[in-house]
């Protein structure tokens, strides 16, 4: 019942918002589902699935490449649990049981006995240890890496079995394994160079690699021998599908070409321009994939000179409509945030109270400022006849459209991209006043691993002598100590007031991730941003 209620508020929610789309004929994929339940489970088995992507994901491996967990990684390994989509609670899957002891410092992993990986050889405590060292290793994305920080030991007390303590407590621990980017792949792949591994991965899921050819396909097949999906899915043994082939087609209008032809079966990230037109041809567009973390955010940088007052930060806050920018960026097909974790996280709460929409705040809070003269070309100057221009590293739409809504208020948006070779370093050192961010990760711990100052990324760069950055510090810190679940929330909710209070980030967009399908794939299902390819299967089997 609890499922039913939150889809169906999220439709209703993307209906709501979106304007001129017209969402009729739409449906999840747990409403086709109802539509083929008749369909008897032998007939489910065969065929290939085709999958669009717009751009090749450079490897195989989501502990080195960003945003591959979207779609071949999970399909290849599976991790030691798996967190159900529905209940949000964690569930056993390479792991048939755990324990956590009560400072969260340490955590014993039981292990299945029966699971092998791709190349033949056999799960164990030794290969699950080689694992979480391997992603200690320089090359690993800073996502996958962030999983192991602060470990302290690994050990293997019997074959099945892995304790791993940690120096500091890590209450995020167990979610974070449940990420495709901590999937659990052999003992031969895991000492393998970094590099090897984008391209020959011999993981323990349901599906096998059987080629990567560059800027044009990636083949899987369906493992015969696999049994030990999670119970979440509605059938055991091997997938229904006999395999699955991702063809990389950059240009939209050609993939969506492909998708209504009936060369591709499936395509994700649709841009909502698109969906009127993919819906009029029979696709089944689906709405069910909402990033459960933080979505669209820009943190601040409160080192600059024109941000280390918080009415000038307050100002921007209040100054984005962010109604009028889902509708215009996304076609309404975005949400507006309400916090600084999407309503998909388990630990959200509603602060959108600092996030309104009120430019006449906003020139109250700048005037207070110091900015109260308004300049022949409509931006605000101070005493010092400095102008309030802010830099910002990115030109897109969302940036054009906050920059519009800023003018109105006197502040002047810069946009000023970096080279791709010189982007990572220039958005770390705090050159620009703001900056942007994605997670995808389903735990309150993103908010401490993005604005961690003792531990984190600091994004927002705040100072020691920060009164209040260093109380939100102490915050993020502490709930990454917590087990209890009421207890953690009442740390999270203070931190993420604090968050958008003084707006030490700017969120802007809650991601929704559309999809288009044929009406003959049944059962594909979204964890997250995730693709869960186990239950899926084609009608016909062709």
């Known amino acids: ?318 100054g984005v409509d962010r109604a009028s920018l889902a509708a215009i960026s996304s076609n309404g097909v975005y949400l507006v945030p309400k916090g600084p974790l999407s309503e998909e996280n388990p630990y959200f709460s509603d602060q959108s109270e600092y996030l309104a929409y009120d430019p006449e705040l906003s020139a109250d809070l700048l005037d207070e400022a110091g900015w109260d003269e308004i300049g022949s070309d409509g931006i605000r100057v101070n005493d010092a006849g400095e102008r309030l221009s802010l830099r910002f590293p990115r030109d897109g739409a969302v940036e054009q459209i906050v920059q519009e809504q800023w003018k109105q208020i006197g502040v002047e948006l810069v946009l000023d991209p970096p080279l791709a070779a010189e982007a990572n370093e220039k958005l770390l050192s705090g050159e620009y006043d703001l900056a942007y961010w994605y997670h995808s990760s389903p735990d309150a711990d993103v908010l401490r691993a993005n604005y961690g100052v003792a531990t984190g990324s600091n994004r927002a760069f705040i100072a020691e002598d920060d009164e209040r950055g260093q109380e939100l510090d102490a915050l993020l810190q502490e709930q990454n100590t917590l087990l209890d679940h009421d207890a953690r929330q009442a740390v999270v909710d203070e931190a993420a007031r604090l968050l958008v209070e003084d707006a030490y980030t700017l969120p802007l967009e809650t991601d929704v991730d559309v999809w288009a399908y044929s009406p003959d794939l049944q059962d594909i299902k979204s964890n997250g941003l995730d693709q869960l390819l186990y239950d899926a299967w084609l009608q016909g089997g062709e």
Not at 115 to 135: C, M, P, Y
Not at 155 to 163: A, C, F, G, L, Q
Not at 208 to 237: F, K, M
């Open 1 to 318: 019942m609890r499922t039913t209620l939150r889809r169906g508020l999220r439709v209703a929610a993307v209906a709501l918002a979106a304007g001129s789309i017209v969402l009729s004929g739409c449906a999840s994929p747990a409403e086709e589902q109802a539509d083929v339940s008749g369909v008897a489970e032998e007939d489910r088995y065969g065929g290939t699935l085709n999958i669009g992507l717009s751009a090749d994901p450079l490897g195989v491996d989501a502990a080195v490449v960003n945003q591959v967990w979207r779609h071949v990684a999970r399909a290849l390994s599976d991790s030691l649990v798996f967190l159900d989509p529905e209940t949000q609670e964690i569930e056993p899957w390479l792991a048939t049981d755990w324990t956590v002891s009560e400072d969260a410092r340490t955590y014993s992993f039981t292990l299945r006995d029966d699971v092998t990986f791709n190349d033949g050889t056999a799960l164990t405590g030794e290969v699950v240890k080689a694992n979480l060292e391997s992603l200690a290793r320089p090359g690993i994305h800073t996502s996958a890496r962030a999983i192991v920080e602060g470990i302290s030991s690994i050990t293997v007390p019997r074959e099945d079995e892995v304790v791993v303590e940690f120096a500091e407590p890590n209450a995020a621990f167990l979610p974070s394994l449940s990420r495709a980017h901590a999937g659990i792949v052999s003992q031969a792949s895991a000492e393998a160079p970094v590099e090897e591994r984008q391209k020959s991965l011999d993981g323990s899921g349901p599906f096998r690699l059987v080629s990567y050819t560059d800027n044009q396909e990636i083949v899987l097949e369906a493992r015969e021998d696999y049994d030990w999906a999670p119970d979440y899915y509605e059938h055991e043994g091997r997938a229904y599908l006999d395999g699955v082939t991702y063809k990389i087609i950059p240009e939209d209008s050609v993939r969506n070409g492909a998708v209504q032809s009936g060369d591709l079966d499936f395509i994700y990230w649709v841009d909502a321009n698109y969906i009127p037109e993919l819906e009029a041809s029979g696709l089944t567009i689906s709405y069910s994939a909402v990033n459960p973390a933080t979505g669209t955010e820009w943190p601040v940088n409160t080192s600059s000179p024109l941000l280390q007052d918080v009415r000038v930060r307050q100002a921007l806050q209040h």
